[in-house]
């Protein structure tokens, strides 16, 4: 079994900046891909960024790419999300989410993912 905790939510005002953090426990973390999600109220939850369980593949959604990175330290058992250039439409809560990671893929799918955090909010003021 793999617990995920994040921190590092909060409010912050459109045009600043923000890292989350995930540290999982319970199992050889690098063996796992990993991944970022967010809700917005009324809406689905949805991909934000992902990384493979080596770190040398990552992949975005549109609506983040250039402004968000994904990142991870196998040594220290964390993956970070840096999130900068924040826009009001990026409040959400943000979810950290993790899977067996076979070869070196990311995956995009929330039913791909076996393990979640409890999700830390973001927003984001205009």
């Known amino acids: 079994q793999v617990q995920l905790v994040e921190s590092g939510g909060g409010l912050v005002q459109a045009g600043g900046s923000l890292r989350l953090s995930c540290v999982p426990s319970?199992?050889?973390?690098?063996?796992?891909?990993m991944a970022w999600f967010r809700q917005a109220p009324g809406k689905e939850r949805e991909l934000v960024a992902a990384?493979?369980?080596?770190?040398?593949?990552?992949s975005y959604s549109e609506s983040v790419k250039g402004r968000f990175t994904i990142s991870r330290d196998n040594a220290k058992n964390t993956v970070s999300l840096q999130m900068n250039s924040l826009k009001p439409d990026d409040t959400a809560v943000y979810y950290c989410?993790?899977?067996?990671?076979?070869?070196?893929?990311?995956?995009?799918?929330?039913?791909?993912?076996?393990?979640w955090g409890q999700g830390t909010q973001v927003t984001v003021s205009s």
């Open positions: 989410a993790a899977r067996e990671g076979l070869g070196g893929s990311t995956w995009s799918q929330v039913w791909e993912y076996t393990y």
């Open positions: 319970g199992r050889t973390f690098s063996g796992y891909a």
């Open positions: 990384i493979n369980r080596g770190g040398g593949l990552t």
